[in-house]
């Protein structure tokens, strides 16, 4: 079961990565900008933010198995589409469809976690599932580029989507059927809504940072440090073994009790070191890859403890709405921080970028404090 939660997160989120770690030949094969290359990234996650509110109702309602089978379906569709794009507007299309994978991975992965596992094991479990997101970062900057060196990167993308059907077919199989809803979630307690809402602006921010971060990683080493297309997808891959056990690790210590609260600040403070590292590259390339582990470190592995504290405070029946609630202001994030980005990068250069992601990490940091203050009220 967990090993196909984490397949069906990697898959609801492969072409992020796929886009970001084969950016140097999409830029140079299809002609696009570095701005462009940020939209296809708004596209798929702006429609994911915009959906993840229906999506969470819809997992509520129908079940996960059915949502499940369903976004793998979607994001095979999704990736064969972008491996036949003759140009920026088929591939923006096919992006903008992945979104609604996206938009149910979380919702529905973290029911099924909540129906088949005890209160003690869902915090290792979630990051776990989790880490299968960073899996996908993997994948695609190591195996998919080295399948995309050899036939191109028409090849690697059907190569994913092809992977993606097959799991929609593990799916259909392994779940057990979807249980029959006959009535309504209670609604939420105001601090446990309150505690949602906080995580969704502290997604906004983090995701603003993290899909700058993954949209361009690769095509900094490549333009601006002079590493080849290889390499620099290598990038990629290293952020996502990071991120893997950095998700597995920070998952489980958050699944302890009274440890969740106290740690997206903390992980967000590590983020802005990380960022800061990337500044530096610029000035010292080596660091790049020290930037590289730190940001799956604790920049990725954040949303995963995120992710943890909304299953703790869901109220029964409601954990598929409150995690979209989250996941959209994650997707948001993901649609708006990488044209930014770009934009700024063609006008001032990479410094300026990696200092905005800085500024974004600390944000994200200060709205992660009270959270620590509120367990301790809650308490008393």
Excluded at 64 to 73: M, Q
Excluded at 274 to 287: H, N, R, S
Excluded at 336 to 344: D, E, K
């Amino acid at each position: 079961m967990t090993a196909l939660l984490t397949a069906a997160m990697a898959c609801s989120m492969m072409q992020l990565f796929l886009i970001g770690a084969l950016g140097p030949r999409l830029v140079g094969e299809l002609g696009i900008s570095r701005t462009v290359l940020g939209l296809t990234t708004t596209a798929g996650f702006g429609a994911a933010a915009l959906l993840s509110p229906v999506a969470g109702r819809l997992v509520d309602r129908v079940g996960p198995r059915r949502c499940l089978v369903a976004l793998l379906l979607l994001a095979a569709v999704s990736l064969a589409l972008i491996g036949a794009a003759p140009g920026p507007a088929v591939l923006l299309s096919a992006v903008t469809l992945g979104g609604l994978p996206q938009a149910l991975a979380n919702p529905a992965t973290n029911k099924v976690i909540l129906a088949a596992f005890p209160a003690g094991r869902r915090g290792a479990v979630t990051g776990l599932k989790q880490s299968g997101v960073q899996l996908g970062a993997f994948v695609a900057g190591l195996p998919l580029s080295l399948v995309a060196a050899g036939t191109g990167w028409r090849g690697a993308v059907w190569t994913a989507a092809g992977t993606a059907a097959l799991a929609a077919v593990w799916a259909a199989r392994a779940l057990p059927r979807d249980a029959v809803i006959t009535a309504p979630g209670a609604r939420p307690a105001r601090s446990a809504h309150g505690v949602t809402r906080r995580l969704a602006v502290f997604s906004l921010l983090l995701g603003c940072g993290i899909a700058s971060v993954n949209t361009y990683l690769a095509l900094f080493g490549s333009q601006r440090l002079g590493l080849s297309p290889t390499a620099a997808a290598a990038l990629v891959a290293v952020l996502g073994v990071a991120g893997i056990g950095g998700r597995v690790g920070w998952s489980r210590v958050a699944g302890r009790p009274g440890r969740a609260e106290a740690m997206p600040a903390l992980l967000a403070a590590g983020a802005v070191g990380a960022a800061l590292l990337l500044a530096l590259a610029v000035v010292v390339p080596p660091l790049v890859w020290v930037a590289a582990i730190a940001v799956g470190s604790f920049a990725v592995s954040a949303n995963a403890v995120s992710m943890v504290l909304v299953m703790q405070r869901a109220a029964p029946g409601r954990a598929g709405q409150d995690s979209a609630l989250v996941s959209a202001g994650f997707f948001a994030g993901f649609a708006v921080g990488p044209p930014v980005f770009g934009a700024l990068v063609s006008a001032t250069g990479y410094p300026s970028g990696w200092l905005l992601v800085t500024v974004e990490f600390v944000a994200a940091a200060l709205v992660a404090v009270p959270l620590r203050s509120r367990r301790g009220q809650e308490a008393a």
